[in-house]
């Protein structure tokens, strides 16, 4: 069972350079979530999509953008990378707001 | 503003010995409650929720309590052992459309040998 799957897993970019972050989930979920991990920070939500079609922002959107291709994938977009986007992204899945949200293994993102 | 707050920030306790973290709410439409324990190089995994229509739940050495008037929800780590050494974060969300998890900051455990 793949579950959630992150791409690339770590990654290093230059200020101003653009990036996808991909996501997949093969659990038939209905909602997916971004997430950015930083020290002392906790999990901060980025962006959802609450089903297939719909995307709305969360605590943390600018500099981001996301696209939910089909209900499998959801990828974020960071179109200028800036260092204080230097974090630990992951990608969630679930069926509703109060069923469990399944996490990837996190994509380690530096920006120079 | 942090609508979870989470302490302690990290806690060390002895193999065998009672872990607790506790975290604290404001708003009262919070209706589920779940806690996540994460590895070092994962992603956070679900360990346990509740629902505010009961004030404990026990899973294993894993108990959660619920004080629904004190807006209160704490994590209680019976018998703690050296693997259940991670970082724990309490969380929250509420009906309504927001489909959104709140985290709390997390609590950094260590369980020495």
């Known amino acids: 069972n793949a579950g959630v799957t992150q791409t690339p897993k770590f990654q290093v970019l230059k200020t101003g350079q653009s990036m996808t972050l991909q996501c997949a989930q093969d659990m038939n979920h209905n909602s997916m979530y971004w997430y950015r991990q930083d020290p002392g920070m906790g999990l901060r939500l980025i962006y959802y999509?609450?089903?297939?079609?719909?995307?709305d922002k969360g605590e943390v959107p600018n500099g981001y953008n996301v696209s939910r291709l089909n209900k499998r994938e959801f990828s974020l977009r960071l179109e200028s990378a800036a260092p204080s986007q230097t974090s630990v992204y992951f990608c969630a899945s679930s069926t509703q707001w109060n069923q469990p949200q399944h996490f990837g293994d996190g994509t380690r993102l530096s920006i120079l | 503003q942090q609508q979870v707050k989470q302490s302690p920030q990290s806690l060390i306790v002895q193999k065998g010995g009672i872990s607790i973290i506790n975290c604290a709410y404001e708003?009262?439409?919070?209706?589920?409650f779940p806690w996540y324990q994460q590895f070092p190089g994962k992603g956070p995994a679900l360990l346990i929720a509740i629902r505010p229509d009961v004030s404990e739940k026990k899973e294993g050495r894993f108990t959660i309590s619920f004080n629904k008037s004190a807006k209160q929800f704490s994590l209680h780590i019976m018998d703690s052992q050296p693997g259940d050494s991670a970082t724990y974060f309490c969380a929250a969300s509420a009906k309504g459309g927001s489909e959104k998890l709140v985290f709390g900051k997390g609590t950094k455990l260590t369980v020495n040998p």
């Open positions: 999509s609450a089903s297939e079609g719909t995307t």
């Open positions: 708003n009262t439409a919070f209706d589920y």
